[in-house]
């Protein structure tokens, strides 16, 4: 029986970039390694791959984002961000003031796909914007 979610893997470009937008998002530093090819091999059946990961975490949440950069062999990919491609699309973060959320990240040279919408059948506030590596991200905030 699955005990929990405990983390998703998010392959970046630059380690130390991606980890400082993510501590943007309120995220905070947790183990950091490097890890060798003889492990990697192992676990993902790439040989020869070598690369660092950080794990980050949210105070509000179990789930560790771990994100790593190879040290080859690995770029971003066209239509990454693209919320119609197929297999894990988006990381969404639930917030209790979307736009002071937005207009923070807006300061700090974030760019949106598109102003706050609300769906209106549940009255969810939510947006969408890249993070590193045209990572597609979202901020929600659900009605009280």
Do not use: C
Request: negative net charge; aromatic residues 8%.
């Amino acid at each position: 029986m699955i005990e929990r979610m405990d983390h998703l893997n998010a392959v970046v470009t630059d380690l130390a970039e991606a980890t400082s937008f993510f501590k943007l998002l309120g995220f905070t530093e947790g183990i950091s390694s490097e890890l060798d090819a003889a492990f990697l091999a192992k676990v993902t059946g790439i040989k020869g791959a070598s690369g660092r990961f950080t794990a980050l975490h949210h105070p509000g949440s179990g789930v560790a984002l771990e994100l790593l950069q190879f040290d080859a062999g690995s770029g971003p990919e066209e239509g990454i961000g693209r919320a119609n491609r197929v297999g894990l699309r988006h990381l969404a973060f639930a917030v209790t003031d979307i736009e002071a959320e937005v207009d923070k990240l807006k300061k700090r040279g974030v760019r949106f796909i598109s102003d706050i919408q609300v769906w209106e059948k549940t009255g969810k506030k939510l947006v969408y914007f890249h993070g590193p590596d045209d990572i597609l991200l979202e901020l929600a905030q659900y009605p009280k």
